[in-house]
């Protein structure tokens, strides 16, 4: 039986040049770069959108059924100028926020008295499927004999739109919270309001911005509905009653401006407000890709 006998084989490095393998990275054109930002995507495809209207509208040359882009800007500009749509626009905004930031407390106390309670959860769950599928819109009448004409029934058919949406997207972001931090939470003694604050509304925070979202966009369609109504009631009110009011003077124009501008409104804050908290909160804390 022969003994074996290793042999060690000598190292050996092989110096190639990179450009051998060609070009690993290539550099962006400008072109490239540009098209890379999302801002300037979405503002071509606005164009765009504004192109189609323009020709359509010149095509058809119907102005009290469709007027021209150009002519709504004019009309929008206009209006802008003379304090009209600032004015308007800055009731609706205010009867908002009103309505969106009392939502938000009632969705955060019941969907807080879900989380820390079986009876509380059951309670939620139960008023969720009741009234979600309930449209705001529906209780106008009932808003106008309870609370008469003014903000105080534009606030409760707001309510009614922000608090159902918020509040079960933020319970269902509530049960998906892992066992792991439920855990960590119950080690460092944290229970009831403290619980909620430091453990379960950071883990959940994408659910609930994605239902503050939905409440939002909620609140701010059944608004220019709802201010269709009541300013036929009361002669006064905001973007709802400038397109009402228009319309029925004819002003095709403006009444396309006043749309315009709740379109603006809208694009302002879903892509500037909720962007800039969803960058500084679940991008930055990695949630999200």
Request: charged share 10%; proline share 4%; hydrophobic share 50%.
């Amino acid at each position: 039986m022969s003994d074996n006998i290793l042999v060690q084989r000598p190292e050996f490095v092989r110096e190639v040049e990179a450009s051998a393998y060609g070009v690993v990275e290539k550099p962006l054109t400008a072109w490239e770069k540009i098209f890379n930002n999302a801002a300037v995507r979405k503002c071509l495809l606005l164009l765009m959108l504004a192109t189609v209207w323009q020709v359509y509208s010149t095509l058809l040359n119907n102005p009290l059924l469709f007027p021209k882009f150009s002519d709504t800007l004019g009309a929008f500009y206009d209006n802008i100028m003379n304090g009209v749509l600032l004015q308007r626009g800055w009731f609706s905004i205010k009867v908002l926020l009103m309505g969106y930031a009392a939502g938000l407390l009632l969705a955060g106390t019941l969907t807080a008295f879900a989380i820390t309670s079986r009876i509380g959860n059951d309670f939620l769950e139960t008023l969720t499927s009741m009234f979600n599928p309930l449209p705001a819109i529906a209780l106008l009448p009932l808003a106008l004999i309870w609370f008469g004409l003014g903000n105080g029934s534009l606030v409760f058919v707001l309510i009614h739109s922000v608090l159902w949406p918020v509040a079960l997207n933020t319970h269902s972001g509530f049960l998906s919270v892992s066992q792991t931090m439920r855990m960590v939470g119950r080690n460092y003694g944290l229970s009831g309001p403290r619980y909620v604050a430091k453990i379960l509304i950071p883990a959940a925070f994408p659910s609930i911005l994605t239902g503050m979202k939905i409440g939002w966009a909620f609140a701010w369609r059944t608004l220019i509905a709802a201010e269709l109504v009541f300013g036929v009631s009361s002669g006064s009110g905001g973007l709802g009653w400038f397109i009402y009011e228009n319309k029925n003077q004819l002003e095709i124009a403006n009444v396309f401006a006043g749309l315009f501008s709740v379109i603006i409104i809208g694009l302002f804050v879903e892509n500037f407000i909720f962007r800039n908290i969803e960058l500084k909160t679940v991008r930055k804390w990695g949630m999200q890709s």
